[in-house]
């Protein structure tokens, strides 16, 4: 089986035997297959009434948890956020709070 197909086979139930040995990368995006977000003890919150659509928030995602649709962001996706807060430091419009778990 090719490298890249083996993380399609990982999934948030697999056994621990069923893993990939540590160190080993075997494709990129791999994080789309799992909902990262699950641990996330603080919460964004989109204000978009405040965004004035600078799109600065984006770039320092390190999850790429901020849509961006036709050159407008979007709400969080939380299936991915965890919640670093990246994104609240970098807003200097204040279109982001963060609520604690």
Sequence with gaps: MAKENLMKDIHEKSAYAD???GGDIYGSGNSHF???????TA???FVPENCK?????VP???DSAIPVVDGKRGDFDYDHCKGCGICFK???FKAIT???D
Aim: hydrophobic share 35%; glycine share 4%.
């Design 90 to 92: 970098v807003c200097p």
């Design 98 to 100: 963060f609520n604690k």
């Design 53 to 57: 659509q600078c799109l600065l928030c």
């Design 43 to 45: 919460t964004p919150v």
């Design 60 to 62: 320092v995602c390190p």
């Design 34 to 40: 799992f909902n990262t977000g699950e641990w996330r």
């Design 19 to 21: 893993l990939t040995p």
